[in-house]
């Protein structure tokens, strides 16, 4: 994937909930984190899995437009 990506709105992947984010490899087409998923999961699996596992926090996910 571009660096340059636009942030678009695409569906959480763990909730349904639309949220504004950047594709990813390793998510499925349309799909990434919201903000309260991720912070759920992290809080969860800590944050170097959160990067393993759905990659940068602020670039991919939970992003500050």
Do not use: F, P
């Not at 569906?11 to 984190?33: A, F, I, M």
């Amino acid at each position: 994937m571009s660096n340059k990506q636009a942030i678009k709105k695409l569906t959480c992947s763990c909730c349904g909930k639309t949220t504004l984010g950047k594709q990813w490899r390793g998510y499925d087409t349309g799909y990434v984190l919201c903000l309260r998923c991720a912070d759920w999961i992290a809080e969860r699996e800590g944050e170097d899995a959160m990067y393993e596992s759905y990659d940068e926090r602020g670039y991919h996910y939970d992003i500050n437009n």
